[in-house]
């Protein structure tokens, strides 16, 4: 039998999270990945439901003062957050759900939803190449990316809070000792 969970990935900037969830989602599409809900507009082609759940300001302090959100934060004046209803209807008909989050969302949703999660730190290669990711975008300032490692080496300093650190040398390999890890605990099922 199946124990459904949230799995949590975190990564610093760079780090890789986003392509191995979706490298996970086409290895197992059963995998569910929760949908962010965001007081900023939405970008040229983002959807509404797909890529983020488009609220206002004030919308989403109502959601939050309700107890709307498993975790949030203020990110440049914007809020972010994982709505709770969603994960947890997932999580009662049986199906596990994976967040991308911070450190500190880890632990807001650890607190929440207690062995219901595992979670997972995906760590770079290491420093050279995580600044040669960071910069090789091309979509940030050098500012930025200074903000960014500075940041980063916080988040590196966390890893040991989580379940699992994963070493993301090639982004196949690492998707395959996250699914590896979640057949051996239950969470999905042996090929």
């Known amino acids: 039998m199946l124990k459904p969970r949230v799995v949590i990935i975190s990564s610093v900037s760079g780090g890789g999270k986003t392509s191995i969830i979706r490298l996970l989602r086409r290895m197992h599409p059963e995998l569910h990945v929760a949908v962010t809900a965001t007081s900023r507009a939405p970008r040229p082609g983002e959807e509404h439901g797909v890529d983020y ?3 206002s300001a004030e919308e989403f302090k109502a959601e939050l003062a309700s107890g709307g959100f498993l975790e949030h934060a203020r990110v440049h004046g914007n809020y972010y957050g994982v709505p709770r209803r969603p994960v947890e209807e997932r999580l009662s008909s049986g199906q596990s759900v994976i967040l991308n989050i911070d450190v500190q969302g880890m632990r807001s949703v650890r607190q ?50 989580f379940d ?14 996250i699914s590896a890890i979640l057949v051996e605990e239950g969470v999905l099922p042996g090929a």
């Open 53 to 55: 759940f488009f609220l």
């Open 112 to 161: 929440a939803l207690g062995d219901q999660t595992i979670s997972f730190f995906i760590l770079p290669p290491g420093p050279r190449e995580w600044e040669e990711r960071l910069r090789s975008r091309g979509t940030d300032s050098q500012e930025t990316i200074e903000r960014r490692l500075k940041e980063g080496r916080f988040e590196l300093s966390c890893a040991g809070e």
């Open 164 to 177: 699992h650190t994963v070493l993301n040398r090639v982004l196949e390999e690492a998707a395959g000792e």
